[in-house]
């Protein structure tokens, strides 16, 4: 069955290790949005042992972290649906008051029409609050 | 500051200890809609030591697992928003090939009039699946 997940990276790559990735997502109204992605085909967090679902965890909070320390946003959103694509990645998405859809989800009414600005280098720094955040191989016990 | 999660439970409570409490949100179009909600009035995951951040998480796992074992949906959908009300909660929410959003998330656009039908007596179905994976106290380490 193809995967689009399973097939390509799933956006621009900041961190990698053989149980997950951190990539930016091509979204233009969110710069920073990342998405954090198992690299198995597993649909549902509760089809993990314990401790897969806390490394998976591990690296949704780091990018949370990272985040927060590159973009100082006044909202981290965390989302896991999987509805179309059934392979286990999160949404980590810095949200700000003046962004297109604040207060709203980001799936939600979209309210205005400019994004909120990020830093030219915002791929960089991020990849460098991961690292510093997430050591290759330590997530999966 | 008045927060509605401070001060009323935020849906009928299933269950709950002295960490964190899991409600079933009344949400007329998606019966089985959970909320997990820690007790503390804390904004953000990465605010959470790792031990409370497992703790919750468990909690959110265990509510998937209810609900998959009560009402077989064809997938779970997570998220932690917060940009209303900055107390951390999380929906856990069955979804269903014909229930009135999917597979768009249930923020986005309606597609159908319908809820996905659930048992008349869900709420003490998921009470007690809820009681057989989470013991009060257990959570925070």
């Known amino acids: 069955m193809s995967c689009p997940l399973c097939e390509t990276p799933g956006g621009t790559l900041l961190w990698q290790d053989d149980f997950c990735r951190v990539v930016r997502a091509d979204e233009p109204d969110y710069p920073g949005f990342l998405r954090v992605i198992l690299n198995a085909h597993v649909k549902e967090m509760s089809d993990l042992q314990a401790a897969d679902q806390q ?46 859809h604040f207060p709203n989800p980001v799936w939600g009414a979209k309210l205005r029409g400019t994004p909120h600005a990020a830093p030219a280098d915002v791929d960089a720094q991020l990849a460098a609050a991961l690292s510093r955040r997430l050591v290759p191989g330590s997530g999966r016990e």
Chains 1, 2 share one sequence.
């Open 55 to 100: 490394a998976l965890m591990r690296a949704v909070f780091a990018a949370e972290a990272a985040l927060r320390e590159v973009m100082a946003p006044d909202k981290i959103n965390l989302a896991s649906f999987g509805n179309v694509v059934p392979h286990l990645h999160w949404h980590v998405i810095p949200r700000f008051k003046d962004d297109p």
